[in-house]
């Protein structure tokens, strides 16, 4: 049984238009060249698929989760729409093809050294004690080399109210990331304010904090 926190979600989703919009986030485009060619990329709560499917298109393997299923039908939908091959179990994954798995971030435990990237974009509604769980596990999913993409809103974005939660303990800033990932090489962290057009969910000026990680 889904959880209330997961059925408000599938709720949200249920439209037809992308509440995020279906353009990949301007971070992870920015930010792909970090990704070795043909790569296994692990997409964490990918939503309704827009950087998920676009990785895909890139030439990347691309294992998507998220745990509204909602979400996950309307991501295997625009990787169909853009003639990307949607394969049904792990072992099936190819570059260039997308898995979808309907999992919750807060419970899932997620495979361990089995990507050479892990992407998790505005992935802030868990709650402090499951986040740095997830944030573990995420660490631990990479395979030496591999690298960890994060963007997610700074505090200041409760000034901003352009989306994302509204409770300041689930919003980022520089020493909470940098202890989150203190295990890894840090290739960029940086906090600054720009606007954002991500569908109707993400618009507006926006205080944003992008985190680059490499595990040696």
């Not at 986030?25 to 296994?40: C, E, Q, T």
């Not at 997409?43 to 698929?49: C, H, I, L, N, W």
């Amino acid at each position: 049984m889904a959880t209330p926190d997961l059925q408000a979600w599938d709720t949200r989703f249920a439209q037809d238009a992308y509440i995020f919009g279906t353009a990949p986030n301007v971070f992870l485009v920015n930010s792909v060249a970090h990704i070795p060619s043909g790569a296994r990329v692990l997409a964490v709560a990918d939503g309704e698929g827009r950087n998920g499917v676009w990785l895909a298109q890139q030439g990347f393997a691309v294992h998507s989760t998220d745990g509204s299923k909602v979400a996950v039908a309307k991501s295997m939908a625009l990787a169909k729409e853009r003639g990307i091959p949607v394969v049904h179990s792990v072992d099936a994954l190819v570059p260039g093809s997308i898995f979808h798995e309907c999992a919750d971030s807060d419970s899932w435990v997620c495979p361990v050294g089995a990507f050479e990237a892990v992407i998790g974009i505005f992935i802030q509604f868990t709650k402090p004690a499951a986040r740095a769980v997830m944030f573990d596990q995420m660490i631990a999913a990479l395979k030496p080399g591999g690298v960890l993409l994060l963007e997610g809103y700074h505090h200041r974005q409760l000034g901003f109210g352009t989306g994302g939660p509204q409770a300041l303990e689930q919003l980022y800033d520089q020493a909470l990331l940098s202890e989150a990932f203190r295990v890894l090489e840090t290739i960029e962290l940086r906090d600054y304010d720009q606007e954002v057009d991500e569908g109707d969910g993400h618009n507006g000026m926006s205080a944003l904090i992008d985190y680059i990680g490499r595990l040696n």
